[in-house]
């Protein structure tokens, strides 16, 4: 299948908006990264779906930040996304793993936990608000829906998944949300609860097996009316620089930095994309005088 992307579209004659993901790529470049095993691979993986299709409609360099703050083994489980389609995150304990449910599938619930899951928005401004709901089922979807609803007041649909493979490859990642639209009427309702009632395949499964959006799209909506508004690609997408951490060497204060110098040498690693950044002894007396 084609690149990542994402689709935002309107249906049933503009009664309900609806954002579709293809994210397998971008699902399986953040594995690589930091060498999950399945069950952790699907729990950020859904995440990060979670957060570029939350983003979707955000303005300009704003962003989005998912915790899923549970006591399962996973520890925790952060996605940051943001408008331009670019998405990052990370698992405390990236090497989890657990026996499947008797379904077959991977038990994201039982990795996750019970706790909280915090959505924080970064504005255009400077200003970010944060909002707080107890973990459902800690199987992410559910936990979005129970957000979105609770703190937005915004009646949801959301399909998230990861297929991973035998091998620990992601062979299809993808979302899919339904929002109704004010004045939808009790029929649309029940229209979009017929047509997730009869997907016969999980939405991982049908990214896996689709070969373009259209196809996917097709799939999903069935012979419902529905119109594409917009296209964007997406990505995993990290911020951090060797330049950025230095700043973070700096804030640490001339004692430990000198401790560093006399070690010869030093090396930080972004929690979100896994990169190891070296600084030298030379490196490390310029970061030395800064501070």
Not at 147 to 157: D, F, T
Not at 257 to 285: G, P, R, T, W
């Amino acid at each position: 299948m084609q690149q990542d992307e994402l689709w935002i579209g309107t249906m049933l004659e503009g009664n309900a908006r609806w954002v579709l993901v293809k994210s397998t790529d971008t699902a399986e470049e953040a594995r690589r990264r930091h060498g999950m095993s399945p069950v952790a691979t699907a729990a950020l993986g859904r995440l990060m779906t979670g957060a570029l299709i939350l983003a979707s409609s955000l303005k300009g360099d704003e962003s989005i930040t998912l915790r899923l703050l549970g006591d399962g083994p996973l520890q925790g489980v952060v996605a940051v996304g943001n408008a331009q389609g670019q998405v990052r995150g990370y698992v405390r304990e990236p090497l989890v793993d657990l026996p499947l449910k008797a379904s077959g599938k991977l038990d994201v619930g039982a990795a996750v936990g019970r706790g909280e899951l915090s959505v924080s928005r970064s504005l255009q401004n400077g200003e970010v608000y944060t909002g707080m709901v107890p973990l459902v089922s800690g199987e992410i979807a559910e936990d979005l829906v129970h957000y979105l609803l609770n703190s937005e007041q915004i009646p949801s649909a959301l399909l998230l998944g990861v297929l991973v493979e035998k091998d620990y490859h992601v062979a299809g990642a993808g979302g899919f949300l339904i929002q109704l639209l004010p004045g939808a009427s009790e029929e649309v309702i029940q229209t979009i609860e017929n047509l997730l009632g009869q997907l016969e395949t999980g939405i991982s499964e049908l990214v896996a097996q689709s070969e373009t959006m259209d196809q996917l799209l097709s799939r999903l909506m069935g012979q419902l009316s529905y119109h594409v508004l917009e296209r964007r690609p997406i990505g995993f997408t990290c911020t951090c620089s060797k330049e950025r951490l230095s700043g973070t060497l700096v804030s640490l204060g001339k004692k430990e930095i000198a401790d560093l110098i006399s070690d010869e040498k030093a090396e930080m690693v972004c929690h979100f994309c896994n990169e190891h950044y070296h600084f030298d002894v030379d490196e490390l007396q310029e970061i030395w005088e800064r501070a």
